[in-house]
T-cell receptor, first 111, second 114 residues
Framework: DADVTQTPRNRITKTGKRIMLECSQT?????MYWYRQDPGLGLRLIYY???????NKGEISDGYSVSRQAQAKFSLSLESAIPNQTALYFC??????????FGPGTRLTVL | AQSVAQPEDQVNVAEGNPLTVKCTYS??????LFWYVQYPNRGLQFLLK??????LVKGSYGFEAEFNKSQTSFHLKKPSALVSDSALYFC????????????FGKGTRLHILP
């Protein structure tokens, strides 16, 4: 079984819709991250959490919100999706400031 | 603020030849440096890291990287490329004296030609 899972894997939605991307991990890590990947721009950090009560903004948090429901679960929400949020979204976990373990990604298309 | 640059969008290497993927960084303190690889339709996978110690770091799949403080570089290398090494490679940096974030480069696509 995969250590870091993301649902859904693909999603097409319309402008203005609310959408939630979910991430679960079985690695027992406290630290979890959400990134988006755009061609030519690499990975950019949206939000990160070092434990259930700790949420921090990343480079590009505007238009996004997160919820850390438990140590193993970290959700990313787009309250009102817009086309420039079309991207590949990755969740990652880490034990400390060490290597990160990435999920398989969610491909989101906003029409 | 910390930053990382991968000056080449794409690198082409013939199979069996040595490969180098370049990375330079800018930090105010002593950096934590990482390399990750992304295969098509997959998430990123950790290759290797430099935190402290020997400047030459060995990682997965025969890759290695050399930390050069004077040139602020952390180039990824492999002595003999395989076609299966074709992928997207990301360099990443953390400046522990600034904050907790890890910043990724824009990625370099490596093509190994048979």
């Amino acid at each position: 079984d995969a250590d870091v899972t993301q649902t859904p894997r693909n999603r097409i939605t319309k402008t203005g819709k609310r959408i939630m991307l979910e991430c679960s991990q079985t690695k027992g890590h406290d630290r979890m991250y959400w990134y988006r990947q755009d061609p030519g721009l690499g990975l950019r950090l949206i939000y990160y959490s070092f434990d259930v009560k700790d949420i921090n903004k990343g480079e590009i948090s505007d238009g996004y919100s997160v919820s850390r429901q438990a140590q193993a679960k970290f959700s990313l929400s787009l309250e009102s999706a817009i086309p420039n949020q079309t991207a590949l979204y990755f969740c990652a976990t880490s034990r400390d400031f060490d290597e990160q373990f990435f999920g398989p990604g969610t491909r989101l298309t906003v029409l | 603020a910390q930053s990382v640059a991968q000056p080449e969008d794409q690198v082409n290497v013939a199979e069996g030849n040595p490969l180098t993927v370049k990375c330079t960084y800018s930090v105010s303190g002593n950096p934590y440096l990482f390399w990750y690889v992304q295969y098509p339709n997959r998430g990123l996978q950790f290759l290797l890291k430099y935190i402290t110690g020997d400047n030459l770091v060995k990682g997965s799949y025969g890759f290695e990287a050399e930390f050069n403080k004077s040139q602020t570089s952390f180039h990824l290398k492999k002595p003999s490329a395989l076609v299966s090494d074709s992928a997207l490679y990301f360099c990443a940096v953390r400046d522990p004296e600034v904050d907790d974030k890890i910043i990724f480069g824009k990625g370099t696509r490596l093509h190994i030609l048979p």
